[in-house]
């Protein structure tokens, strides 16, 4: 069985940056297909709202001139790599603010890869046992090294999910549309946070 380091190596081998992976989508949206064993209308559909909702938060999503010093003046070298899908709602409304942040810094990069062309790392990342994305390992690339992982949501929406299934059991269509409200409303600065506090910068 291949150690993670191997299984990291060929991830990262196989893995397309940010710009690359918002072209796939554009190809994916004129195909009518998404990535990912599975292909359905539903999830091409979901690839599509995904493109348009991840184009829209490239532009809109906002880093205080503050936090950017902080995050450019990182001497880290690191890279983001992130199993993901693009049907995944989740994953377009978190993404566009790891790549945001990103950019910020020459030593850092974001490289992506599908979760089921990957199932062994995958497997190796998963949340109550079930391959929950998007998952983003941040790597030391000299020695390829997890420091550690984030996702599929971000904190606070991880707990609302967490408190709602323990009161109710499965996710309903109505807090579904609450969990997209809440994104909306939030703009990506709880992944934000999120990536602050654990990279330890000063939000």
Not at 44 to 55: A, E, I
Not at 109 to 133: E, F, K
């Amino acid at each position: 069985m291949p150690s993670q380091k191997d299984l990291l190596q060929t991830a990262l081998a196989d893995a397309l940056d940010y710009e690359s992976y918002m072209t796939l989508m554009s190809s994916l949206v004129s195909d009518g297909k998404s990535t990912g064993i599975e292909q359905s209308e539903a999830l091409s559909n979901y690839t599509m709202l995904n493109q348009k909702r991840m184009q829209r938060l490239n532009k809109t999503l906002k880093i205080s001139e503050e936090i950017s010093d902080r995050i450019a003046a990182d001497p880290r070298v690191l890279v983001f790599l992130v199993l993901t899908e693009s049907w995944c709602g989740d994953a377009a409304q978190s993404l566009p603010m790891w790549a945001k942040a990103a950019a910020l810094n020459s030593n850092w990069s974001v490289l992506l890869v599908s979760r089921d062309t990957h199932p062994a790392l995958m497997d190796a990342y998963l949340t109550a046992g079930a391959r929950s994305i998007p998952k983003v390992l941040v790597i030391e690339p000299a020695t390829h090294r997890v420091l550690f992982d984030w996702g599929p949501r971000p904190s606070t929406l991880t707990q609302m999910v967490l408190d709602f299934k323990a009161a109710h059991g499965l996710l309903t269509a109505d807090f579904k549309k609450d969990l997209q409200q809440w994104y909306n409303k939030d703009k990506g600065q709880t992944t934000l946070t999120d990536m602050c506090s654990l990279l330890e910068i000063k939000h």
